[in-house]
């Protein structure tokens, strides 16, 4: 494509600067249940998104038209919607940054090379091991596959591509037993096919569910806790926009002039990391062109700072921190630094307590504006360092902050797929019997 | 015409030559708008097209599909090339396309297209203005303007040949009430399925950014909602949002037919108290959830699901109806060419019963009245549910008495079936976005009043 006729006609009609983005993608998913490929999805896509300044104010346009046909109307859609922005926050199309940051391996050619039997015969696998063990009501795994490939070009010569791929496998399997049912499902990410192990993750999807069969409500007091890795990545997710500049501005955020206070324990080490390994997100530059850097949002429990993209950023004369997505700001990979001990260690120290596998509800039972949750949990009792009793149908209630100052340990580990470690805390009031 | 019909023929044949016996072509081109108002400016604008098609190939049960927006016939021949790959088999026979039938139950007057950007503008101001002139508690407010206009066709092997459009429009208001020390929000998303008319006595925005704004103050002073177990009264409406996850998911035909729900192999059983009937009516006029044909082009129709208490009907697509051996209920149903359908809710509704709010609240000594439901998500294999209470209060001898905050409901979905002994006559209807395998599709929630005799209230005090 000829960007430049574009930015040609863009000037022609008043608008002073335009940023263009091209996705071209193809993605695989296979579906097997009951030992047969169920369902298989191939796909071929491309996408253009615009953005431009008319008048002082941004307007945008996305299409799946890619074609040169339609530059005039992405001109003349730009136009409209900037015409109704009544905003007067100042708006961006950045030139682009001396470095960014070459991020290793986002592209592994041989995945996506491998033959499209090896990853079925990799998805049946996974089932019919599921599928033998005892008491497996239900069983089924999928493969999911992405490619992608985008350019960023915008009127001020910038001109960025990224390139990316990754491959998910995931494990269900539904334990009946004595009158319980039970679902448990594992993941695994990566872009390296061989790293795709179907008997792990096989294993770890049947002993989710098995291990939770006779799960019952608990008594209703507070407990000291261990939240597992996907329990931990539920929460750090749905809170993550408190550490948004833009939720800091809008007086939308709990940590708003917190910056350099005591908000956590001295455990706590919250990363935000545009190079993690085996993440779709992972990116060198965001969605503004804005070079993207690893941060400490908050350093052994004091917070540093908020994330900002470049309108947020200039309202308080300080520099984009790379985090632009959308016409706000978002994390890129958002988790808790990982600690000393491994998650087991952990359990093993705790005399008594529970152990919280997974949150569910987070879209509802959870306020950002107050940091209050309150989340249907699974788990388990723990008892002298050991499980015992499988918990279910209870709610785990506390605020957000409260927990950052009550984590008492985090596990050596991010692990794969949640991009989370595990965490011990305090106290956290279960609601059950 | 999105695809020529000669082409949709060549696509079929090409997807059947190795022998499938169902082959369905899906196009189409979506427009979407959304503009947004925070803080009485306009913040944002913005529209976007996508434009693709999706091509199913089956045998028996078992599929393969594609997608792609590459609409030039090579593209398209290519994929069908592909996906038939999968396949070797006898050739079924192919029958000639039909002259294409248009949906047209539903009726749009003024289309999104026709609306200018001021137009969209006016109707968030307005809803946005009277949520801030509610109180001086209301510090921040958020209205959102959205509508989409999608046109799909669908063409399959059988001849069936069918175009098919839906129009949307909404509008999201959010207020947060604060009084310096703490913030809780409330909010209210009006849609419905047609034009821009809908502004004209049907949805009222200053209406709606009164009542997000009276949620978020109420909730600011409210207490902290106790927890434990105990009688519930879910007020009409959105609190249908119980039923749409505890069971509705459950009688989809993507959890019974592989026996991944707890309601597989009830049918013609009792599942609930014969207090409690239920729908998916897929046909109510201009309703959220409605739409001429579903995804696979097939008539919308309304399934009696529960009957008095028995099961009667689950909602089943045309693969899943071969797996099952049961008709297909016309429910399948998908974001967009970018998913596969299945089977899917469109408006579900507990149907209307006989008892009032003061009987309900009669007998009750301790106990908790949500008057408005938040979202929720369930596990479809056990039935295990929660869900937020945007809006309670406490039940104290027989009376509403303070109101609580923080409350979530959890539960299992075939026990509360059986739990629900009153039912109301207050039948209405609540929008949702429902996320699932096939994407997010619009969908109303719905009920009378309904009390529970006993569930789990998760709170943050002590009962």
Redesign the interface.
């Known amino acids: 494509m000829e960007f430049k006729k574009l930015f040609d006609l863009a000037k022609k009609e008043g608008i002073e600067d335009i940023q263009v983005v091209i996705n071209n993608g193809d993605s695989l998913q296979i579906e097997v249940?009951?030992q047969?490929?169920?369902?298989?999805?191939?796909?071929?896509?491309?996408?253009l998104?615009a953005k431009g300044i008319y008048q002082g104010k941004?307007?945008?346009?996305?299409?799946?038209?890619?074609s040169e046909s339609e530059f005039p109307l992405i001109v003349e859609?730009i136009k409209?919607?900037?015409?109704?922005?009544?905003?007067?926050?100042e708006v961006f199309i950045y030139a682009g940054d001396e470095h960014y940051e070459k991020i290793e391996g986002q592209f592994n050619e041989e995945l996506k090379n491998t033959d499209i039997k090896e990853k079925i015969n990799l998805t049946l696998a996974i089932e019919k091991n599921i599928k033998e063990k005892e008491n497996v009501?239900?069983s089924?795994a999928d493969y999911n596959e992405e490619n992608n490939k985008m350019i960023m070009v915008n009127s001020k010569g910038l001109e960025l591509k990224d390139e990316g791929n990754l491959a998910e496998a995931v494990g269900v399997a539904?334990v009946r037993k004595d009158n319980d049912?039970?679902?448990g499902f594992e993941v695994v990410m990566t872009n390296d096919f061989k790293k795709l192990d179907a008997k792990m993750l096989s294993e770890e999807a049947y002993n989710k569910g098995a291990s939770l069969i006779g799960a019952k409500?608990v008594e209703?007091k507070q407990y000291k806790a261990i939240l597992n890795e996907e329990a931990t990545a539920t929460l750090v997710r749905t809170f993550s926009s408190m550490f948004s500049s833009e939720m800091v501005q809008?007086?939308?955020s709990i940590l708003k002039g917190k910056v350099k206070e005591v908000i956590g324990s001295p455990v706590l080490t919250i990363v935000d990391d545009p190079f993690l390994k085996e993440s779709f997100s992972s990116t060198s530059f965001d969605s503004e062109g804005v070079a993207t850097k690893y941060k400490e949002l908050v350093k052994d429990g004091v917070l540093t700072g908020f994330i900002y993209n470049l309108k947020t950023a200039k309202k308080e004369g300080v520099k984009s921190t790379g985090n632009g997505f959308g016409?706000g700001c978002a994390p890129i990979n958002l988790y808790i630094k990982p600690g000393d001990k491994t998650k087991e260690e952990l359990i093993q120290g705790l005399d008594e307590g529970i152990l919280i596998t997974s949150l569910?509800?987070s879209?509802?039972?959870a306020?950002p504006?107050?940091g209050?949750f309150?989340?249907?949990a699974t788990g388990f009792l723990i008892k002298d360092g050991k499980r015992t009793q499988p918990v279910?149908?209870?709610?785990v209630?506390s605020n957000i902050l409260n927990i950052f100052k009550d984590v008492v340990a985090v596990s050596s580990e991010l692990k794969n797929g949640y991009n989370s470690p595990a965490i011990e805390v305090k106290k956290v009031?279960v609601?059950?019997? | 015409m999105l695809i020529q019909k000669e082409i949709m023929e060549e696509v079929i044949k090409k997807s059947a030559s190795t022998g499938a016996d169902f082959v369905e072509v899906f196009a189409e081109d979506t427009v979407s708008h959304q503009l947004t108002v925070i803080g009485g400016q306009v913040e944002t604008a913005k529209e976007s097209r996508i434009r693709g098609v999706g091509l199913r190939v089956a045998l028996g049960a078992d599929y393969v599909y594609g997608y792609t927006n590459n609409f030039d016939k090579e593209s398209l021949l290519a994929l069908a090339s592909d996906l038939s790959a999968t396949f070797s088999a006898p050739l079924k026979e192919i029958v000639p396309l039909n002259e294409l039938k248009k949906g047209e139950h539903h009726k749009v007057k003024i289309y999104p297209k026709d609306v200018t950007n001021e137009m969209k503008k006016d109707i968030v101001m307005k809803a946005y203005n009277a949520a801030k002139a509610y109180s001086d508690e209301i510090t921040q407010s958020v209205a959102t303007y959205i509508d989409w206009t999608q046109k799909v066709e669908i063409a399959k092997m059988d001849g069936r040949f069918i175009e098919d459009e839906r129009v949307y429009t909404r509008i999201a208001i959010s207020a947060v009430a604060s009084n310096g020390k703490e913030s809780e929000s409330g909010s209210d998303n009006p849609g419905m399925s047609m034009g821009f008319e809908v502004f004209d006595g049907i949805i009222d925005p200053e209406k709606s950014g009164k009542e997000a704004a009276r949620q978020a103050i109420v909730n600011l002073h409210a207490k902290d909602c106790p927890s434990g177990e105990m009688p519930v009264i879910i007020d009409n409406g959105f609190g249908g949002v119980i039923f749409h996850e505890a069971c509705g998911h459950a009688l989809e035909a993507t959890a019974v037919a592989r026996g991944a729900s707890v309601f597989a192999g009830k049918l013609h059983e009792r599942i609930a108290h014969d207090c409690v009937s239920a729908l998916d009516d897929g046909t109510i006029e201009n309703a959220w959830g409605s739409e001429n044909y579903d995804d696979e082009g097939n008539l919308q129709k309304k399934r009696l699901l529960i009957d008095k208490g028995i099961l009667v009907s689950y909602m089943i697509d045309e693969l899943n109806s071969r797996r099952m051996n049961l008709p297909c209920t016309s429910s399948g149903r998908r974001e967009s060419y970018k998913y596969a359908p299945t089977s899917r809710m469109s408006n579900t509704y507990i149907a209307e019963g006989e008892s009032t709010l003061e009987d309900m609240l009669k007998g009750i000594k301790f106990g908790l009245y949500a008057k408005n439901m938040g979202g929720g998500s369930v596990d479809p294999a056990t039935g295990d549910f929660n869900f937020a209470v945007r809006e309670g209060y406490l039940i104290r001898d027989g009376k509403i008495a303070e109101a609580v905050k923080g409350a979530s409901l959890v539960g299992n979905g075939a026990v509360i079936l059986k739990n629900i002994d009153m039912v109301g006559k207050n039948v209405d209807l609540g929008q949702g976005m429902c996320g699932s395998v096939s994407g997010s599709i619009p969908t109303n929630v719905g009920q009378p009043a309904i009390r529970v005799s006993k569930i789990t209230v998760g709170g943050r005090s002590a009962k």
Do not use: W
Not at chain 1, 58 to 66: A, D, I, P, Q, R
């Open positions: 249940f009951n047969t490929v169920s369902s298989l999805q191939i796909s071929r896509q491309s996408s998104s941004m307007g945008y346009y996305s299409t799946e038209v890619v859609k409209e919607n900037a015409g109704i922005i009544t905003s007067t926050d009501g239900y089924e539904v049912s039970r679902t409500p209703s809008k007086n939308l016409s569910q509800g879209h509802s039972g306020n504006l107050s209050d309150s989340l249907q279910a149908l209870v709610t209630s009031s609601a059950g019997l």
